[in-house]
């Protein structure tokens, strides 16, 4: 039986576990994949001693971001209950062993990453800083014209007394908090910030500093080449060091572990060797020095125990974890170090709760794939060598006609990024539509060509200063190599993408007449006006020579609408209304070039929406255009 939108869009997918001190407990975050009102309804639910999950908190709000309490018998959490909506969070508090929730204190507003002291007194929260009375009051008038760059909100570290409620702000000045750290102490926080809130300052110079919790002055620590994220402090012989996820941008863009003295020093990258990108770091307790690090290497997932002083890992995930699966979430361990809980997928199993035993015995604690079991495609690795010799890999996900030994149509599924990946995990969502498109006879190469992560920094930079060249080579090669193999019908081929990969969709189909239909989702079109309208232009120094006004022929050269006149296969457009990293107006132009050439097109538009489809009636209707488009145009047609 077919996958039908409704039940994708609708699917109850697990988030953020967090392991009881004990490791007897995990609490996470359910939410259907699909929002069907303006409010967000998230619950938080709870297994205890490996029993099945259960809801522990009413769904009837937003609650995110839980929390145990450093003696195991406390939740924090965020949680929007009291006004219904996601700039007036609050936090709460509420007993391991059931019961109601109480506010922790009378602090609201734009809160995230909450976490408790080690000695469990007090709680810390970043908070947006809100709009003040006067700016309220202008609003209200109408009188609340925007000028670019000022006014701008930042984030500050607050704590909270658990005992009183009571809060106070730790961090002042025009500095943008993006995370923090406790040091083991309690006594002090490891703080990443930046100049400015704006995203772009993602990809330059962010520093890294310490701020007493009782007061005093802050200094600083180092400089990291880009934006930290996810810091610990841990112990090492020669003193403590803060560890986090970071990359060299256009010198070494692949994520990795970086630390550096908590004394402050010159940071340095630790690894882990070889092609593996980092892709979420956690304390590893119970191991001094120790990091729980997510790692890609190829399209395998992998957990490892990192030491923070010698770059030492050994493997720390179940053993019984699905085989050829990968992390969903950063895991998360007891204080012990010897259990450990992450959210965890393979091509054929939606994401499910495991929790066990490091490097021993698991299961999971929840079967939200349940209705699903049997149901899914089977999917396989599969490689090929672009025609400059570069091999590539990719995932292959085969319907059930694939099996009768006649060719079937093919869609390309191109990832965004560029620095991203496709793994072995489930692709069953609005975004990820191979399983969608398998039920219904397509098969789907899910390809990571040059400039992907998890094959090494030298990888990534291979698309440096080539945006669009070897990359869609890499991609047809792909395609050509499933027909060599007898797999996918010459005729019938398509590629789509979301994102980077609806530019590398526009982009392939002005180079090749080899694939017949296309679907370009938020996707850029015009590589220059794009530089002036996003809301991450600094990204593009990773990718080119510099900015467009220097080199704007690099820019033009690689872009889709300088060659649309090459286009004859039927493309199909996407856009949110209120994206801010691709702005609709480049999907615009690609209609307009296409409407204009003759070319069959369709472009959708989602109210309200940014970069990413959130609304269930958005989702459902994206993907049965996407099932309807392909279907037209390789399976209709003669």
Not at 30 to 42: D, I, S, T
Not at 490 to 507: K, M, N, V
């Amino acid at each position: 039986m077919a996958l039908t939108p409704e039940e994708l869009a609708d699917r109850l997918v697990p988030d953020d576990p967090r392991l009881s001190p004990d490791g007897r407990s995990v609490v996470f975050a359910v939410a259907p994949r699909g929002k069907r009102e303006a409010h967000k309804r998230q619950a938080l639910w709870l297994s205890r001693d490996g029993e099945p999950a259960q809801p522990f908190t009413a769904g009837t709000a937003h609650d995110a971001n839980p929390r145990w309490s450093p003696d195991g018998t406390t939740v924090l959490f965020c949680s929007d209950r009291i006004a219904h909506d996601d700039e007036t969070f609050r936090l709460f508090l509420i007993p391991a062993a059931g019961g109601e929730a109480r506010p922790l204190g009378d602090l609201d507003g734009a809160l995230s990453q909450p976490s408790w002291s080690p000695d469990g007194r007090s709680v810390v929260v970043l908070r947006k800083d809100p709009k003040t009375v006067e700016e309220r009051a202008r609003a209200e008038r109408r009188d609340d014209a925007i000028v670019a760059g000022e006014a701008a909100k930042r984030s500050r570290v607050w704590l909270i007394e658990v005992a009183t409620g009571k809060a106070r702000c730790l961090t002042f000045g025009e500095r943008q908090v993006w995370s923090y750290a406790w040091t083991p102490e309690g006594d002090a926080l490891v703080v990443v910030t930046t100049a400015t809130p704006d995203l772009d300052t993602h990809y330059g110079p962010s520093a890294v500093g310490l701020v007493p919790v009782g007061g005093g002055l802050s200094r600083a620590i180092a400089t990291f080449p880009s934006l930290p994220t996810e810091p610990v402090v841990v112990a090492a012989p020669d003193g403590p060091l803060v560890a986090a996820m970071v990359n060299a941008n256009r010198d070494d863009p692949q994520d990795a572990v970086w630390t550096v003295p908590l004394s402050g020093g010159e940071p340095r990258r630790l690894g882990p060797a070889g092609r593996a990108v980092v892709e979420a770091v956690a304390p590893l307790t119970g191991s001094p020095g120790g990091l729980a690090v997510a790692i890609g290497d190829g399209v395998h997932g992998r957990l490892l125990g990192v030491d923070a002083g010698s770059g030492e890992s050994w493997a720390i995930a179940p053993a019984s974890l699905p085989e050829g699966g990968y992390p969903a979430t950063a895991p998360s361990v007891s204080a012990d170090g010897r259990r450990i809980t992450v959210v965890w997928s393979n091509p054929t199993t939606p994401e499910e709760v495991w929790i066990g035993e490091a490097g021993g015995e698991g299961a999971p604690v929840t079967a939200f794939g349940e209705a699903f079991r049997g149901r899914l495609s089977p999917a396989e690795t599969v490689r090929w060598s672009s025609p400059d010799g570069v091999e590539i890999e990719g995932v292959l996900t085969l319907p059930a006609e694939a099996t009768t030994g006649r060719p079937v149509p093919l869609v390309v599924e191109v990832h965004g990024g560029p620095w991203w990946h496709w793994g072995l995990s489930v692709m069953l969502d609005w975004h990820d539509w191979a399983q969608l498109l398998a039920s219904r006879g397509i098969a789907v190469l899910a390809p990571n060509p040059r400039g992907s992560t998890a094959y090494g920094s030298a990888f990534q930079r291979l698309l440096q200063d080539d945006v669009g060249g070897g990359e869609a080579q890499d991609l047809i090669a792909g395609a050509q190599a499933m027909v060599a193999r007898g797999i996918a019908d010459p005729e019938r081929l398509g590629i789509a993408g979301w994102s980077w990969g609806g530019y590398l969709s526009a982009w392939a189909i002005t180079q090749t007449d080899l694939f017949a239909a296309a679907f370009v989702g938020a996707g850029v079109t015009n590589l220059v006006s794009d530089h002036g309208t996003g809301d991450i232009p600094a990204m593009n120094l990773g990718l080119f020579p510099g900015m467009p006004y220097a080199a704007p022929d690099a820019y033009w050269e690689r872009s889709p609408i300088r060659h649309a006149a090459r286009i004859t296969a039927p493309t199909l457009i996407a856009h949110g209304d209120a994206d801010d990293r691709v702005h609709p107006a480049q999907g615009m132009e690609l209609h307009r070039a296409l409407t204009s050439l003759g070319v069959p097109t369709r472009f959708l538009r989602y109210p309200r929406e940014g970069h990413l489809i959130a609304e269930r009636e958005h989702q459902i209707h994206l993907m049965r255009e996407i099932v309807g488009w392909f279907g037209r145009w390789l399976i209709e047609s003669p």
